[in-house]
C-alpha cells in the first residue's frame, strides 16, 4: 500500500474530528491519543524488524533442508519471544511458496498457556458454586433471617458490632456447628468490613461470641451471590454453632493503614497530572495495608526530579492537614462539578465522591467508594520506593505511608550511620567522602588492570624464546589469566606480524567460563590451516564452541578445568591439519 511511515495517528485524528462533539474527552486528550498511536506504531515496526529477521532465518533453513513447511513450535517462537503476530509469519511464508504448521502453532501455545497457568480453572466463582450461595440466600429469605435486601453492608464506620451467626459454611456444604482449626465461612445480618474492590484490599478481623468461648479469625469477605456477603476465616477455638451471638469486628490497626495509603493514593493521583500533564491518568491500582502501588498512562519513565516532586508535594498536602469532604450525589450532578470518573470502573445513578482541599476548590476530587482519612494529616508520611513500567505507555509507583514510611525512614537512617561510620566521616559529609572513596577505587582498578595486563605481555613475550615447531610452522598455545577478548586477539596479531610462519591458541578464564582466540598466519592459510575449525575443535573440549574466519576466531566454553588439558593438544591438531 506504500504506507511505510506511522500512519494510524491521521486516521485518529479524523475520527476525533468527526465524533469530539460526541465525545470531549477525544478532543480534551488529542494530543495524548495521537502521541501514543504513533509511539505504539514505531514500536511494532521495530519489532517487525526483529521478528521477521528471525523468520529470514528459519526459511534458509527450509530451503537447505529442502522443506517447504515451517514447524509449528518455530511459529510460536515467533510469536512469543519475538512478538510477530502468526498471521504475518502465514503471509509471509505464502510470499515465498512456503507453509506454516497452523495446529503445530496452536498446540505449542495450549501448552505455554498451561505451564504459565494461563489455562488453569479459577475456582469455583461462578456455576455450582454461585447456584450454592443463591440457594443460601433464599433459604435465609425464606426463614425469616434476612430481608430481599440482603445483609446490610455499611464499610466506612469503623465500630463493632453485635451480630447473629445466621449460617455456617465448612467443604462446601451448610453445617450447624464447627469446630477448632476448621476452615469456614459465615454469614451475618450486617458487616462493616470491605469488600476489595477499586484496588482497595478487603478488610481483616474476627468474629468473637459474647461469652468469648469461641473465636473465628476473618481472613476475607466477597460476595458470591446477590444480596449475600460471605466471611471467610479459620476458627481460632471453641465450637461456634449458628444461632450464637457475636462480636464483628474489623482489624483498626490495618483499616487505618489501608485508608492511609488509600488517600495518598489520591493525593499522589493529582500531583502526577500537576507535575507531568493531565493524560497522566489511573490504568489500575493496589491498595493495602503495607504499600500502595499506581498504575498511569505516561509514555516514558519518569525523571527523578519529577520522582522527587511528586514526593514532596503529597508530603506538603500532608502537613497542611486538608480535611476530605466525602458526599453521595448523581453522577452527572459530579462529572459536571469536576469530579475524575476511572476508566474501567463502573458506575451507578448514586455516587460516592472524595474531594481534598479547600472547600470549593479542592485539589483532588474523584469518584470512589473507598475507605480514607478524616484529614490528610493522619496519612503521617509519603514515600515513594520505585517507579517502573508496567505495560507499554503505562508506568507503576509504588509507595508507603504511615508506620510502614516511618520504619523506613529509620531503616535509610540506620544505614546512613552505618556508612558513615564505615567511611570515617559525619552523616553530612557521607556522599563527598563515598565519591572520594569511589574515585580512589576507580584509580586502583586502572592500576591493577594495568599491572594484570603488564604481566600477560610479561608471559606473552616469555613464551616466544622457545616456540615449539611443527614442519617448519611455530606454534603457540598459551593460557592467559584474566585477559580479556581485546586483549587475547590484540596479542595474537602481535604474533602474526612478529612470527613469520606460524599458529597461536589463547586460553583465559572470565566470569568461571573459558574463552578461546586462535590465529593463524597468511602464507598458511593454503595449507590445511584454519582458525575457525581450529578454535571449534579445541572448544569442544572445554564444552562450547565456536568459530570464525581462516585467519582468526575466538570460541567459549563451559568447563575452565580442562582448558589446560585442551591447550595441550593444539600442537597434535596443528600437525594433524598439516598432514591433510
Not at 465525545?23 to 501514543?36: F, M, R, S, W
Not at 507503576?396 to 552505618?418: C, D, F, H, P, W
Not at 562450547?544 to 597434535?572: C, F, H, M, N, T
Request: a negative charge.
Amino acid at each position: 500500500m506504500g504506507l511505510n511511515d506511522p500512519f494510524l495517528a491521521d486516521v485518529a485524528k479524523e475520527v476525533i474530528r468527526e465524533y469530539g462533539d460526541f465525545y470531549p474527552e477525544l478532543v480534551k486528550n488529542q494530543d495524548t491519543i495521537l502521541n501514543n498511536l504513533t509511539r505504539e506504531e514505531e514500536r511494532f515496526h521495530k519489532t517487525l524488524e526483529s521478528g521477521i529477521g528471525q523468520l529470514d532465518v528459519y526459511m534458509g533453513e527450509l530451503a537447505s533442508k529442502k522443506k517447504d513447511t515451517l514447524d509449528g513450535v518455530n511459529a510460536f517462537e515467533l510469536y512469543a519471544t519475538h512478538g510477530l503476530p502468526f498471521e504475518i509469519t502465514r503471509d509471509i511464508l505464502r510470499e515465498s511458496g512456503h507453509k506454516v504448521d497452523e495446529e503445530g502453532f496452536k498446540e505449542a501455545m495450549e501448552e505455554h498457556k498451561l505451564a504459565s497457568g494461563a489455562g488453569k480453572a479459577f475456582g469455583p466463582l461462578g456455576g455450582e458454586d454461585a447456584d450454592f450461595y443463591r440457594g443460601l440466600f433464599e433459604k435465609l429469605v425464606r426463614e425469616g433471617k434476612l430481608t430481599r435486601d440482603g445483609v446490610d453492608y455499611n464499610p466506612y464506620p469503623l465500630s463493632s458490632k453485635k451480630v447473629e451467626l445466621l449460617a455456617l459454611i465448612k467443604d462446601g456444604e451448610i453445617a450447624s456447628e464447627v469446630s477448632s482449626d476448621d476452615l469456614v465461612e459465615f454469614v451475618v445480618p450486617e458487616t462493616g468490613f470491605y469488600i476489595e474492590s477499586g484496588g482497595q484490599v478487603a478488610d481483616t478481623g474476627c468474629l468473637i461470641d459474647v461469652g468469648k468461648s469461641w473465636e473465628i479469625e476473618v481472613r476475607e469477605v466477597r460476595r458470591p451471590a446477590a444480596g449475600l456477603l460471605i466471611h471467610k476465616g479459620i476458627v481460632k477455638s471453641g465450637q461456634p454453632k449458628v444461632g450464637d451471638q457475636a462480636t464483628l469486628s474489623i482489624n483498626k490497626q490495618r483499616r487505618m493503614d489501608i485508608m492511609r495509603n488509600h488517600t495518598a493514593t489520591h493525593l499522589m493521583h493529582a500531583e502526577l497530572q500537576k507535575i507531568l500533564g493531565i493524560h497522566a491518568r489511573q490504568a489500575g491500582s493496589l491498595v493495602s495495608s503495607d504499600h500502595l502501588r499506581f498504575d498511569f498512562t505516561h509514555p516514558e519513565a519518569m525523571k527523578e526530579e519529577e520522582i522527587r516532586e511528586v514526593e514532596a508535594r503529597v508530603n506538603r498536602a500532608i502537613l497542611a492537614n486538608y480535611p476530605l469532604s466525602i458526599t453521595t450525589k448523581t453522577r452527572d450532578e459530579a462529572i459536571a462539578e469536576g469530579a475524575m470518573a476511572l476508566f474501567g470502573e463502573k458506575y451507578g445513578q448514586e455516587v460516592r465522591t472524595v474531594a481534598i482541599g479547600k472547600e470549593g476548590s479542592p485539589f483532588s476530587y474523584e469518584l470512589c467508594g473507598g475507605t480514607h482519612v478524616p484529614s490528610t494529616g493522619l496519612i503521617g508520611s509519603f514515600l515513594i520506593t520505585s517507579e517502573s513500567s508496567a505495560a507499554a505507555g503505562i508506568r507503576r509507583i509504588e509507595a508507603v505511608t504511615g508506620s510502614k514510611a516511618y520504619e523506613l525512614i529509620q531503616k535509610r537512617n540506620s544505614q546512613l550511620r552505618t556508612t558513615a561510620e564505615g567511611l570515617e566521616c559525619s552523616l553530612d559529609e557521607v556522599p563527598t567522602k563515598t565519591q572520594s572513596v569511589l574515585s580512589q577505587l576507580s584509580e586502583a582498578q586502572k592500576e591493577a588492570v594495568n599491572f594484570r595486563l603488564k604481566l600477560t605481555l610479561y608471559e606473552f613475550e616469555k613464551s616466544f624464546s622457545d616456540l615449539p615447531e611443527v614442519f617448519g610452522v611455530s606454534v603457540m598455545a598459551l593460557k592467559l589469566p584474566d585477559a580479556t577478548v581485546d586483549v587475547m586477539r590484540e596479542m595474537a596479531d602481535r604474533f602474526r606480524d612478529k612470527i613469520e610462519r606460524g599458529v597461536i591458541v589463547l586460553g583465559a578464564v572470565q566470569n568461571g567460563k573459558p574463552i578461546l582466540v586462535a590465529a593463524v598466519t597468511d602464507n598458511l592459510l593454503k595449507s590445511g590451516l584454519h582458525a575457525g575449525n581450529l578454535v571449534k575443535q579445541i572448544a569442544k573440549m572445554v564444552g562450547g564452541g565456536g568459530g570464525g574466519r581462516p585467519s582468526i576466531a575466538q570460541a567459549g566454553g563451559r568447563d575452565p578445568e580442562k582448558l589446560d588439558a585442551a591447550l595441550e593438544q593444539v600442537l597434535k591438531l596443528v600437525k594433524d591439519a598439516l598432514n591433510n
